[in-house]
Nanobody, 116 residues
Framework: QVQLVESGGGLVQPGGSLRLSCVAS????????MGWYRQEPGKEREWVAD???????NYADSVKGRFTISRDGAKKIVYLQMNSLKPEDTAVYYC??????????WGQGTQVTVSS
């Protein structure tokens, strides 16, 4: 019954910025963590960043210093601010939520394309 909807993707030039949003809805009262993954064409899905229920952020080395994850706990929203974007960041970005029981819920993804 829990659903995740991502938004904010699009086409941006190298060095530009985008802000992704993920909204959780349905029968959910708490969560262990929310985060972002991405999948490039022809590659496996990789972890980008997450934030715990206590508000602690974690980042993959490839995005550290460029991306910032944040959340609105009351509304179950997680954001990913992406700065200094590179062509290598081009991917479909997916939001993920982990429930207290360990169930993982995924959104449908939003396309981010970084190109001149």
């Amino acid at each position: 019954q829990v659903q995740l909807v991502e938004s904010g993707g699009g086409l941006v030039q190298p060095g530009g910025s985008l802000r992704l949003s993920c909204v959780a809805s349905g029968r959910i009262f708490s969560f262990n963590a929310m985060g972002w993954y991405r999948q490039e064409p022809g590659k496996e899905r990789e972890w980008v960043a997450d934030i715990t229920s206590g508000g602690t952020p974690n980042y993959a080395d490839s995005v550290k210093g460029r991306f910032t994850i944040s959340r609105d706990g009351a509304k179950k929203i997680v954001y990913l601010q992406m700065n200094s974007l590179k062509p290598e960041d081009t991917a479909v970005y997916y939001c993920k939520l982990v429930t207290p029981t360990g169930l993982a819920v995924w959104g449908q993804g939003t396309q981010v394309t970084v190109s001149s």
